[in-house]
């Protein structure tokens, strides 16, 4: 019966997608502007935490450069935007915070632990400064406008970029790739002596991750009026997605979604209610996530199906 059960699950879970995704797409033509906006925000942070998700749940390596792929996608809009064409520049941003992943996994992935996420993590403050630096220098100011686009337009970039995306990642899982990544977290070294060339894989999915970022930074900057290389290299954009995914849950492709999701609705409540406070919040939530919930809601969820399972089985 459990086969059976699971042969008949199987067409529904791409039927129940492809329904949510003809749902988000009409959204903007029945739901408030509002809800439109809440909706681009939490596709902006589900894409960042599917992609953290992407390369540092099966690999262990805990990566703090999202918000440098971030801003980089950011940056090429503010420099680009008036110039080519909005399609071409969101292309830019993700390629360019592609190679920049892969100059910098090149250099860093041989690095483990603490060492990989400092290191990381300073990338977002030597790019920050650099920007600052050179602005500084050319014009004496900082900052720039960005070029203004309608909400509707960012709204079906995200879901489009979001989509694209979670394909990716679902392909790369159920890949050899996917098998290899694993491996790298069960154990590197057994991994590196069966054959797998163990730096390469961690920086191509490391670069295929970060071209999502870029291109989602591209087009989230036309939502905002002003630019300038704090926005961009938001420290915030680093550490929230990683606390998404872990409330969320990695096992699954919809836990780093549903935990987006949920987070940024709280974000949402929080700023409003208790601005200067909301990211001690949030840190809170974490630890409480780490210790009682180390598998996230999607690790409840199953634990709840499984109990059910088995009272369904005792029953009968």
Not at 144 to 149: C, D, E, G, K, Y
Not at 237 to 250: K, R
Not at 268 to 282: A, D, N, Q, S, W
Request: charged share 10%; hydrophobic share 55%.
């Amino acid at each position: 019966m459990d086969n059976v059960a699971e042969v008949l699950r199987k067409p529904i879970l791409p039927a129940l997608a492809i329904l949510i995704l003809v749902l988000l797409a009409a959204s903007p033509s029945y739901a408030p502007g509002y809800i439109v906006v809440l909706l681009t925000d939490i596709f902006m942070y589900s894409i960042m935490a599917v992609s953290w998700a992407m390369f540092s749940g099966p690999t262990g390596y805990i990566s703090l450069a999202t918000a440098a792929f971030f801003g980089v996608g950011v940056y090429a809009l503010a420099l680009l935007g008036f110039i080519l064409p909005l399609p071409a520049v969101i292309l830019i941003g993700g390629l360019v915070s592609c190679c920049l992943a892969l100059l910098v996994g090149a250099l860093t992935l041989r690095l483990k632990g603490i060492y990989f996420a400092i290191f990381t993590f300073g990338l977002i403050e030597l790019i920050m400064n650099l920007l600052l630096w050179w602005e500084v220098n050319r014009s004496g100011t900082v900052g720039r406008l960005a070029v203004p686009v309608d909400y509707n337009t960012v709204y079906y970039v995200m879901l489009g970029i979001l989509t694209t995306l979670l394909l990716t990642a679902y392909l790369i899982r159920r890949s050899r790739f996917g098998l290899a990544l694993r491996s790298i977290g069960d154990c590197e070294e057994a991994a590196a002596h069966i054959g797998i060339n163990v730096t390469a894989l961690k920086t191509t999915i490391f670069a295929i991750s970060a071209f999502f970022l870029g291109a989602s930074g591209a087009i989230m900057a036309t939502r905002w009026t002003y630019i300038d290389p704090r926005i961009a290299f938001n420290p915030q954009y680093s550490f929230m997605p990683v606390l998404m995914a872990m409330f969320g849950g990695m096992e699954q492709l919809y836990g780093p979604i549903l935990g987006a999701a949920v987070f940024t609705y709280l974000e949402e409540l929080l700023i409003t209610k208790f601005p200067y406070y909301y990211m001690l919040l949030f840190g809170i939530i974490l630890v409480v996530v780490l210790l009682f919930l180390p598998n996230g809601l999607v690790g409840l969820i199953q634990k709840w199906r499984k109990g059910g399972s088995i009272r369904q089985r005792a029953n009968t």
